[in-house]
């Protein structure tokens, strides 16, 4: 079994993950639309901060910083 991640306040986590096969989903106006209400819905949950979200061929990576710095795993 898995050791639990050690997270720490004040901390920016780096976050990369494939998305959509290499499908252009995000160069289409309705689902862009379609993350940024997701990502406004989830702030209200739980705060944090987001930076240079970018999306390049199949990846999305961002930087992300929990309010508490301890609720990483509950925002992903």
Do not use: C, Q, S
Request: glycine share 4%; charged share 30%.
């Amino acid at each position: 079994m898995r050791k639990p991640r050690e997270l720490a306040e004040n901390v920016w986590y780096e976050v990369r993950t494939a998305v959509n096969i290499e499908e252009p989903l995000f160069r289409l106006p309705a689902a862009v639309v379609l993350l940024h209400r997701i990502l406004r819905e989830i702030r209200k949950r739980y705060p944090f901060e987001m930076r240079g979200l970018k999306l390049e061929g199949a990846w999305l990576t961002f930087y992300i910083k929990p309010d508490n710095g301890l609720e990483m795993p509950l925002i992903m």
